[in-house]
Nanobody, 128 residues
């Protein structure tokens, strides 16, 4: 079984910074990509950022327009970890941030059998 555990959420003033981390653990052979979504109360879940993590990947990143220039996603593929550095936080960034891992294969023998995995989330609150 594969699990994702997020950390780093908390309360910060507008203009401040936070760094979120997400670590995947369990029986993992490969992960195609990892990233973050967020969900504010009463709102739909929205994409934040992603990064490719495959063995031969280039670490290609993607960001939502609302966070470009303020958030930076990075990876440590050997540790199955991704970080999200957030600066110049705004009140509208307040949400539960959920980590996900895309196309997780749990064994080399069944590399073609993959699944997507989600973490439980970490709360980020930005006070104005």
């Amino acid at each position: 079984q594969v699990q994702l555990v997020e950390s780093g959420g908390g309360l910060v003033e507008a203009g401040g910074s936070l760094k979120l981390s997400c670590t995947a653990s369990g029986s993992i052979f490969s992960i195609d990509a990892m990233g973050w979504y967020r969900q504010a109360p009463g709102m739909q879940r929205e994409f934040v950022a992603s990064i490719t993590t495959g063995i031969s990947s280039s670490g290609s990143t993607s960001y939502a327009d609302s966070v470009k220039g303020r958030f930076t996603i990075s990876r440590d593929s050997a540790k199955n970890t991704v970080d999200l550095q957030m600066v110049n936080l705004k009140s509208e960034d307040t949400a539960t941030y959920l980590c996900y891992a895309e196309k997780v294969a749990t064994s080399a023998a069944q590399w073609w059998h993959t699944m997507d995995v989600w973490g439980k989330g970490t709360l980020v609150t930005v006070s104005s």
